[in-house]
C-alpha cells in the first residue's frame, strides 16, 4: 500500500470512484495506491446483478483496495474473501460513512464508531477471512463530544489490522466545515490522513503532523490528474475536453449509453467548472441525452478538432 514515495491514496468515494474513474486515475498516477466506492456486503455475497461493481476483476488495477460496508460480521469475511479472489491488493472496512441509510438505518459505516465490539467482531472476521492486508476509514468521532478514534484504531490494530486512515471530521459534521487532524498520536499501526487534502502543501502539512500517508479525496472530482500531480509522475493536460471525452467512453462502455449518459454528467460539470462559459455548458450537457451529441458539445465547449 505505500509503494510511491509520498504515499498518496486515492479516497474512496461513492458514486465517483467507479472502475472507469479509477482508470482514468491510473494514467496519471501509475504507482498511487487507490480505493473503489464503498461495497456493501450483501448485495457483493448475493450477487446482486443491478450493481456492476460487484462483478468487478481488480487484477489490471495496480495497487487497489477494495472497500465494503456492512453490519453482519459473517458476510463482511464473505465479501471480503470475494473482492480478494477479484484481485484486490487489500480490503478497506468502511467505518466513517455519515449518511443515514448506512450510518443509522443500517447500523454500518459510522454507526460502527458508536459499536467497538461489533467493530472489532467485523474486523477480525474480515481479517481471518483473507490473506491479503486488511484496513479501515474512519472519522474523529460520532460528534464533537464523542471523538473516541484512537480507542477505535487500537482496537483494529488489536485485531489484526495494518493500517488506518483517519478522516478530520466527525459523523455529525458530515462533508460540512473544516477538517482538523490534530497531532498523530503514538499507535501501534501507520494512520493515513484524509480530509480537505488538495494539494502537495497539504499533503506536507499532515506529513509534519507526523501521519504515515495523506488520501486525496474531493480534490479529485473535475481533476482526476491532481494525484499524479502530487505524486509528480504528470502534469495538468493541455486540454481537459481530451480526458473528458475519454472518461465519457470509459463510463458507455461499462455502463451502457442509457446509464452511461446521464452518469457522467457530474463529471462534466466537474471537468468544467471555472471556465467562461460553463454553466451554459452544464445547462446543455443536462438534456442531453445522446452519447454522440455529448461528444460533439465537450468537443465544441473545449475546442478539439
Not at 446483478?49 to 460480521?73: L, V
Not at 443509522?104 to 465490539?117: I, V, Y
Not at 463530544?145 to 493500517?163: K, M, N, T, V
Request: aromatic share 8%; proline share 5%.
Amino acid at each position: 500500500m505505500f509503494d510511491n514515495d509520498k504515499k498518496i491514496f486515492a479516497a474512496p468515494l461513492a458514486g465517483i470512484t467507479d472502475k472507469p474513474f479509477r482508470t482514468i486515475l491510473r494514467e496519471f498516477a501509475p504507482y498511487a495506491s487507490m480505493v473503489t466506492e464503498m461495497i456493501s456486503c450483501h448485495s457483493l455475497v448475493e450477487q446482486h446483478k443491478n450493481c456492476i461493481r460487484n462483478f468487478d476483476n481488480y487484477a489490471d488495477e495496480g495497487n487497489i483496495g477494495a472497500q465494503i460496508f456492512g453490519a453482519d460480521s459473517y458476510l463482511m469475511g464473505e465479501a471480503a474473501k470475494i473482492l480478494a479472489d477479484a484481485g484486490a491488493k487489500w480490503i478497506d472496512i468502511n467505518m466513517g460513512c455519515p449518511v443515514p441509510k448506512v450510518a443509522t438505518r443500517s447500523g454500518a459505516g459510522a454507526h460502527l464508531m458508536r459499536d467497538h465490539k461489533l467493530a472489532g467482531e467485523i474486523i477480525q472476521s474480515v481479517v481471518k477471512s483473507v490473506k491479503i492486508p486488511v484496513s479501515i476509514k474512519t472519522r474523529l468521532g460520532w460528534d464533537e463530544s464523542h471523538q473516541d478514534w484512537i480507542d477505535l484504531i487500537r482496537i483494529a490494530a488489536d485485531c489484526g489490522a495494518s493500517f488506518a486512515t483517519i478522516h478530520g471530521r466527525t459523523r455529525a459534521q458530515g462533508y460540512s466545515g473544516q477538517s482538523t487532524l490534530p497531532n498523530k498520536p503514538d499507535l501501534p499501526i501507520p494512520i493515513i490522513a484524509n480530509g480537505d487534502i488538495k494539494n502537495l502543501a497539504d499533503v506536507e502539512r499532515v506529513q509534519n503532523l507526523g501521519y504515515d500517508g495523506a488520501m486525496i479525496g474531493r480534490a479529485m472530482l473535475g481533476q482526476p490528474w491532481i494525484i499524479g500531480q502530487i505524486c509528480g509522475t504528470c502534469d495538468k493536460p493541455e486540454n481537459i475536453g481530451n480526458v473528458a471525452l475519454k472518461h465519457l467512453d470509459l463510463i458507455i462502455n461499462y455502463y451502457g449509453e442509457k446509464s452511461g449518459v446521464p452518469m457522467f454528467r457530474k463529471h462534466a460539470a466537474w471537468y468544467s467548472a471555472g471556465m467562461p462559459n460553463s454553466a451554459q455548458f452544464r445547462i446543455r450537457v443536462n438534456q442531453i441525452t445522446d452519447a454522440e451529441q455529448l461528444k460533439y458539445l465537450i468537443k465544441e465547449f473545449w475546442s478539439i478538432n
